[in-house]
């Protein structure tokens, strides 16, 4: 019988909770694993690139793209096994005290402990329901905005009115050429700020009105034009464009522990309800970011930090109870010694 490979850590989530995680879960020493369903790392912050962030302590506004890059690099720091691609879609204790993850691929994950680090859940984004349309999201069809490069001087419809779809009209009528909102209720939806300035700006929007057809250009590899129909008079508009934008939302999947046999204390109908050192109600499985729920949870990247930092240091306590109760700060870390000497050979030339 093949041996089953197992992990100190298993994170499951390679948002910045998990990321900051497996970075601390490398200082500790221990053997660390991160799951996660997407194709690539940095959770939910893919949902806005190129949007600024201000907040996160010593660092200066970088967009969000920047950021994931920092996040990733600093959590593969001690080579953590990286799996994406890869949904957990269970996680069970055995009778040993394991646990034992079932992913999306079939496999197995084996580990001591385990650190749920899923966010708000999978995001996908709700498609446009219009048969063959996926077709043209190699070409002009967007379901993110990854540059706001790709859309300077074109001419771009945003389908959509909540806060994301007018961030995004707000954005990119600078830079675009022209740029045309369609929503399909009657008000947009958004912060009372945002949408004035919208309605003070050249983006033309057209409310009450959904796409109801997208028209190929002649080589049939993208949209040249879309058709949009009024819900209420039913009149149809023609709008020749470069770039569609669909902004409708988010389907969430949140289905982990409500398959997982576990006996987990929640909260709200989804999140852990956790203690402030990360803890959940199952001994050796820990919460980090978004999902963990406690009196005092910061629900910011910022506050994902430190829920990373008390979930590792409780599954390092779990798995050997005599180590240090918390990591030594990193200037004392023999780990970062050898490092350190590389770095400020860097610094100096
Ligand atoms: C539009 C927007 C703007 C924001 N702006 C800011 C800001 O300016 N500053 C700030 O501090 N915060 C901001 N936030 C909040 C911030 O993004 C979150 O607090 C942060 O991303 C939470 O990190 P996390 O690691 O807990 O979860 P997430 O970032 O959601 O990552 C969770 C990861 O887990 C994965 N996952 C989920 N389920 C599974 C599963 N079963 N198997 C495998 N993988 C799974 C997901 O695919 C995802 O990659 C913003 C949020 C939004 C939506």
Known sequence: MNEIEVFDVTIIGGGPAGLYSAFYSGLREMKTKIIEFQPRLGGKIHVYPEKMIWDVGGQP????????????????TFNPEVVLNEKVQSIEKQEDGLFRLEGSSGQIHFSKTVIVA??????????????????????????????LERFKGKTVLISGGGNSAIDWANELEPIADKVFVSYRKDALAGHEAQVSQLHGSSVVCYLNTSIS???ASDSRDAIELVELTNRV??????????????????????SLLGNS????EIADDYYIAGTPKSESSVDGLFAAGDILQHPGKLNLIAGTFQD???????????????????AMVSSHNEIFKKRNK????????
């Open 342 to 349: 590389e770095l400020v050979k860097q610094m100096m030339s």
């Open 118 to 147: 899923v966010g708000g859940g999978i995001l996908n984004p709700q498609k446009l329901e219009i048969e063959g349309a996926e077709r043209f999201e190699v070409s002009n069809l967007n379901y993110t905005v990854k540059s």
């Open 308 to 326: 990373a930092a008390n979930a590792v240091n409780q599954a390092k306590s779990y798995i050997q109870p005599d180590a240090n109760k918390i």
């Open 261 to 264: 046999p576990l006996d987990i």
């Open 61 to 76: 506004p970088m967009p969000g793209a920047k950021l994931i890059d920092q996040l990733v690099a600093q959590g593969l």
């Open 213 to 215: 057809r997208l028209i």
């Open 233 to 254: 008079t039913a009149e149809k508009i023609l709008l020749p464009i470069d770039e569609v934008i669909i902004n409708h939302g988010y389907e969430r999947d949140i």
